[in-house]
């Protein structure tokens, strides 16, 4: 059935309309079949390796062959229409905002309720994946949390991971000149990211509700109790992604797990289990999903009714002797991901990851 180039325009203008992010795969498909209905095959140039995303827009095109304008219209006005009757029927009601809620974040939501104050990483349809203005909400979100009038302060995850880490679009859209300059940039904003988890004067509960990969695994050394659900993973892919360790996690995680299962995870990219990290001493207490919340927030509530200022000179006796080496460790391997995030491997691995995210 032919698509009359009326009903192709209609199914442009719904897809204006969209509530729901159809999500970068299908925004490729549709950018492909739009430009093969409009243009016919793709008649570009293929686009610089480093130009990720019209890389793989080039590929989302050029994937399409020799499919004729009327096919590609049809398909396009076909997909358009699944996304409409995939939205939801009612919009949701607006979230009441939860009470002692902090104003002027965007990717994190901040509360402070019962002498608890919660980071939540609040980018769920990303996996809470951390852009570089979310390490910049999340370090002035410490920063206040190490001075307001709360006795703890807890770092969790929104939706169903507890983050799959930095975000790799942090590296996309850098034009080759401006490369050395991005990882100027991204280990003088990591260094401040560590550091404040270094710094941090009051007992810091991470709350580890899903799977977390890379940088929020890696700062986990730097809390003081970690409770996860059993549905929780650990995973560490540093060498798949031609980096290396951050969060003093190359000092720290040795020590805590010992050389042995510490290589295993930094070098190797062992995924660990809940009850697998807790064995090996990265994580304080595994709980049933089913029943993590509850448990674990009655625990908070009652730690967060203990003398404040008693936790805070414990918690300073309890890291001060290893403050300056963590500081060192922490500049240290910055200065190694400056050099990673510049070579080939980390950049081809990067590139490996959005092409298959573009595969049609
Ligand atoms: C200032 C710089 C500081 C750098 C510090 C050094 C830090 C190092 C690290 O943290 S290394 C670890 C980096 N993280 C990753 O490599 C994980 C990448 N993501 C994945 O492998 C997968 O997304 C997954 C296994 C986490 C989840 O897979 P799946 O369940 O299949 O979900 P999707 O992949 O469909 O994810 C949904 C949606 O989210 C996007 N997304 C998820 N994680 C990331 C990410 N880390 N970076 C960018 N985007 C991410 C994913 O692309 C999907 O988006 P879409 O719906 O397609 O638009």
């Known amino acids: 059935m032919q698509v009359s180039q009326k009903d192709f325009e209609k199914a442009q203008e719904q897809l204006k309309h969209l509530k729901k992010d159809p999500g970068n795969e299908t925004k490729l498909k549709l950018y492909a ?3 093969q209905a409009t243009e016919g095959p793709c008649n570009a140039p293929k686009p610089g390796m480093m130009d990720f995303v019209k890389k793989a827009k080039w590929d989302a095109w050029n ?8 096919d590609a219209r049809q398909k396009y006005a076909e997909l358009v229409s699944s996304l409409v009757s995939a939205e939801p029927a009612v919009q949701k009601e607006e ?16 509360t402070t ?6 980071i939540m990483f609040n980018r769920p349809d990303k996996k809470n994946a951390i852009n570089h203005k979310m390490y910049r909400e999340i370090i002035r979100a410490l920063q206040e949390a190490g001075k307001d009038d709360s006795t703890i302060a807890v770092i969790t995850g929104n939706g169903d991971y507890y983050s799959s880490g930095n975000d790799l679009n ?3 859209n850098v034009q080759p000149s401006e490369m050395k300059k991005m990882a100027e940039d991204g280990a003088v904003l990591l260094k401040e990211f560590v550091g ?3 710094d941090f004067p009051k007992p810091l509960i991470a709350v580890v509700n899903g799977p977390a990969v890379g940088i929020p695994v890696t700062v986990l050394g730097l809390c003081d109790v970690i409770y996860a659900s059993d549905r929780a993973t650990f995973h560490t892919p540093f060498s798949q992604l031609g980096q290396s360790p951050e969060g003093c996690s190359s000092y720290l995680f040795p020590k805590i797990m010992g050389f042995a299962k510490a290589n295993e995870f930094l070098l190797f990219n062992k995924k660990l289990t809940a ?22 927030w009655a ?5 967060a009714n203990l003398p404040k200022n008693s936790l805070a000179v414990s918690k300073q006796l309890l890291r001060s002797v290893e403050k300056e080496k963590l500081y060192a460790v922490n500049s240290e391997e910055c200065e190694v991901l400056k050099e990673r995030w510049l070579s080939d491997e980390c950049i081809n691995a990067i590139v490996n990851f959005f092409q298959k995210k573009a595969k049609l």
């Open 299 to 303: 625990r908070l509530e009652a730690y």
């Open 63 to 70: 994937s399409l062959g020799n499919l004729s304008q009327d």
């Open 113 to 118: 309720k019962n002498n608890i104050t919660k």
């Open 95 to 110: 979230a009441s905002p939860e009470e002692g809620r902090h104003d002027g974040y965007e990717t994190i939501i901040v």
């Open 33 to 35: 079949l739009f430009k």
């Open 196 to 198: 404040v988890f270094i």
């Open 170 to 172: 942090n590296f996309t």
């Open 275 to 296: 009850a697998e990290a807790c064995a090996q001493g990265l994580v304080t207490e595994v709980f049933p999903d089913s029943t993590f919340q509850k448990e674990v």
